[in-house]
């Protein structure tokens, strides 16, 4: 299983990105995929998962009505929109197998993840 994750940069404060996971050595839609962040001297932050079973989709509190989460069977990818970017966004992005916990979501078998720089 490998997930490698691309289009991070950096943008401005309110800018937007979209960020791409490429799933190879197994189909994106044998697992759940999300995102989660990790910025410089803070916690991990899981942000978003999307449910192949249904399609229902998770968001955090701190990206909801911002980032959208999706994907595409076809190219074998997964795609996080990220809108209204804001400088407490900035930090290395990473898309991994997600599951849903009691307690939240926790994330598994992430590759390389690729740096959103939102300048103020």
């Known amino acids: 299983v490998q997930l490698q994750a691309s289009g991070g940069g950096l943008v401005q404060n309110g800018g937007s990105l979209r960020l791409s996971c490429a799933a190879s050595g197994f189909t994106l839609d044998d697992y759940d995929i999300g995102w989660f962040r990790q910025a410089p001297g803070k916690e991990r932050e899981g942000v978003s998962c999307?449910?192949?079973?249904?399609?229902?989709?998770y968001y955090a509190d701190s990206v909801k009505g911002r980032f959208t989460i999706s994907r595409d069977n076809a190219k074998n990818t997964e795609y996080l929109q990220m809108n209204s970017l804001k400088p407490e966004d900035t930090a290395v992005y990473y898309c991994?197998?997600?599951?849903?916990?009691?307690?939240?979501?926790?994330?598994?078998?992430w590759g390389q993840g690729t740096l959103v720089t939102v300048s103020s």
């Open positions: 991994a197998i997600c599951r849903k916990e009691p307690y939240g979501y926790e994330y598994d078998h």
């Open positions: 999307i449910s192949v079973s249904d399609g229902n989709t």
